[in-house]
């Protein structure tokens, strides 16, 4: 059974045929209106559970959006309405959902929740988001910058900010799709050492760099994201900002990576903290790109879930 439950768990070969897959069914959409359902439409027949235990724009419309296409069902759920959220067990969920269900997607806190849906579940099991990893978003990444400037191996790419979990996400890509990357942030947000050494033991080069200027030197990707997030407490968000302000992406800081470097951002975002309107809006930015393809990204991997 194929789980999609992190980038580094997913063989390199498979997660390319992913990202061709997701490509082939953009092309395929060719302007056809949102709702109208694929040409194509292997879903059909299938029902699946998206659950979420926090909040979600992007995550929720996209898979939603994606199954229809694809001629399947969903049910939205939120954990805190479901038995879940009230005491019944993981496994008891995962083991119920399977009677109904051909799919789950989970967006939860704990990646030892996602862990357990999986262990316990008879059908795939997406991670929707944890707190540790964010790896639909990734592949929608991978997916956006290669339409733009081809292929990512090789290339530099650049986080600036926390070492959070869609961090640490980028750093299981690099190692499976081969591109540099460089985390510049204070060091008390430093990711965890492990999600680098593991890139590093696929032989990419993977560095911090304090200084944010000579980090993006060179940069073929920036990237940066909230400054607090969803499981941080809102107390630490003085501090926090305290910490990231020097760690802005500004034009001062676009202008200092390669000309034609692209910015990225998972959204939601708070302008003007993390990244100034003019790069959100300005010439360099897929911001947007990236939102659109995490729904033929994730379709794709659905796909690959399923083996359909
Ligand atoms: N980027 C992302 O996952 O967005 P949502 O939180 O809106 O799903």
Sequence with gaps: MNHFLDINRTDAAEL???IEGARAMKDARNGRPRGMTDDETPLAGHMVALIFEKPSTRTRVSFDVGVRQMGGQTMVLSGADMQLGHGETIADTARVLSRYVDLIMIRTFEEQTLIE???HADVPV???LTNRTHPCQIMADIMTFEEHRGPIAGRKVVWSGDGNNVFNSFAHAAGQFGFDLTFT??????PERGFLEEARAKGVNVTIERDPHKAVEGADLVVTDTWVSMHDPVSARERRHNQLRGYQVNEDLMARAKPDALFMHC???HRDDEATSAV????HSVIFDEAENRLHAQKAIMRWCLGV
């Excluded at 942030?185 to 430093?190: A, H, R, S």
């Excluded at 959100?280 to 010439?283: E, L, Q, R, S, T």
């Design 16 to 18: 390319r045929q992913i």
């Design 267 to 269: 959204l939601p975002a």
């Design 126 to 128: 997406i991670n929707g």
């Design 280 to 283: 959100m809006d300005g010439p």
């Design 185 to 190: 942030g204070p060091e008390p947000l430093d």
């Design 117 to 119: 849906m999986a262990e």
